[in-house]
């Protein structure tokens, strides 16, 4: 009910490009998970929340947010969250041109989704890496996890990372 409505309006104002409004509704389901010490809704929160700051250009405040939600997950163990931190927490160091940082936090999101069978993110992992070594000037490292991103499901199938790979290569 009260979750899955707060769920779906800040789907809808991310949709819409309403940044503010977003994080309000995230402030206030986070507050519902801080009133019921639902630490797994809290570490959701915060990804998002960091989401959202890294979307407004905040990124010191998107880290501080994942970074947060990262020790969360670690405490409760959950490892879908942990990957998923990484995950974001690389994003952000793209956002701010680290590109050697996010690698960092990239190879160990790949190894949390190997580790928990999620193969769909084990390839967008790899279209991250892809990314980030084109970035930094490095063609044939790029290449190789775009190539291993295609490979991973084979050439029929069609995903939104394997269509990234197509593209970039």
């Not at 639902?38 to 990124?59: D, F, L, Q």
């Not at 790899?126 to 190789?144: H, R, T, V």
Request: proline share 2%; glycine share 8%; with cysteine.
């Amino acid at each position: 009910g009260v979750f899955e409505s707060h769920r779906k309006i800040v789907d809808m104002y991310a949709r819409m490009g309403y940044p503010p409004e977003s994080l309000e509704n995230y402030f206030a389901h986070l507050k519902i998970f801080e009133e019921r010490g639902m630490k797994r809704g809290i570490a959701s929160c915060y990804r998002n929340i960091g989401i959202v700051y890294g979307m407004m250009g905040n990124y010191p405040e998107a880290l501080e947010y994942h970074l947060a939600a990262l020790k969360i997950s670690e405490e409760i163990g959950d490892k879908w969250g942990i990957a998923d931190c990484y995950s974001n927490i690389g994003d952000v160091y793209v956002d701010i041109n680290d590109h050697q940082e996010a690698l960092e936090f990239y190879f160990v999101s790949l190894k949390k989704w190997e580790e928990i069978g999620q193969r769909y993110f084990v390839s967008v992992c790899y279209n991250n890496i892809g990314d980030a070594y084109a970035s930094m000037g490095n063609p044939s490292e790029a290449l190789d996890n775009y190539f291993t991103c295609l490979n991973y499901f084979g050439k029929d199938t069609i995903y939104a990372s394997t269509i990234n790979s197509h593209n970039n290569i």
